[in-house]
T-cell receptor, first 111, second 114 residues
Framework: GQQVMQIPQYQHVQEGEDFTTYCNSSTTLSNIQWYKQRPGGHPVFLIQLVKSGEVKKQKRLTFQFGEAKKNSSLHITATQTTDVGTYFCAGPGGATNKLIFGTGTLLAVQP | DVKVTQSSRYLVKRTGEKVFLECVQDMDHENMFWYRQDPGLGLRLIYFSYDVKMKEKGDIPEGYSVSREKKERFSLILESASTNQTSMYLC?????????????FGDGTRLSIL
């Protein structure tokens, strides 16, 4: 069945360094969503991308949807300790076209 | 703001027990979902519902059932709890399309089966 993979699984950075997580789907996606889950918290919706090659920014976060709509990335510029958490991508798939979540990337930021 | 409330934050049950996890949302959302979250596996969909009394199997429905008698409430039932069902359970809701609208999550229930 359809898979949504994320790399890396874990990244440890010094505060101020940049961070990127990548999301790859085995099939073309009509849209992709990104969520953030703080330690001990629940996933919170960040953004949705729909168009091929789309780039969206939220302050220090830059989200990109690939030209083929099979991959996406989230880039954080100059990380802060508040960026700590697990970042998930999610895209539609399966027989009922439900949302399939990636395995997530855990970001640790050292002050 | 959307509020999704799960009945328990932590729950400890014994093998073989019937376990009920409750979820309530206050935004009149059509869709509700139950996921389990395990380290390294991300969020896996157990069941979802797109209307009252309607339910669909997700990716890992075995050992679970659900009930949606009212629009705001979606219950997950572990028919006979087993230790491999120890996990974090997350409920979510959304409106409109099943996969093109943001999902709003509850705080989760950390369930331990002894």
């Amino acid at each position: 069945g359809q898979q949504v993979m994320q790399i890396p699984q874990y990244q440890h950075v010094q505060e101020g360094e940049d961070f990127t997580t990548y999301c790859n789907s085995s099939t073309t996606l009509s849209n992709i969503q990104w969520y953030k889950q703080r330690p001990g918290g629940h996933p919170v919706f960040l953004i949705q991308l729909v168009k091929s090659g789309e780039v969206k920014k939220q302050k220090r976060l830059t989200f990109q949807f690939g030209e083929a709509k099979k991959n996406s990335s989230l880039h954080i510029t100059a990380t802060q300790t508040t960026d700590v958490g697990t970042y998930f991508c999610a895209g539609p798939g399966g027989a009922t076209n439900k949302l399939i979540f990636g395995t997530g990337t855990l970001l640790a930021v050292q002050p | 703001d959307v509020k999704v409330t799960q009945s328990s934050r932590y729950l400890v049950k014994r093998t073989g027990e019937k376990v009920f996890l409750e979820c309530v949302q206050d935004m009149d959302h059509e869709n509700m979902f139950w996921y389990r979250q395990d380290p390294g596996l991300g969020l896996r969909l157990i069941y979802f519902s797109y209307d009252v009394k309607m339910k669909e199997k997700g990716d890992i429905p075995e050992g679970y059932s659900v009930s949606r008698e009212k629009k705001e409430r979606f219950s997950l039932i572990l028919e006979s709890a087993s230790t491999n069902q120890t996990s974090m359970y997350l409920c979510a809701s959304s409106n409109g399309g099943l996969s093109n609208q943001p999902q709003h999550f509850g705080d989760g229930t950390r369930l331990s089966i002894l």
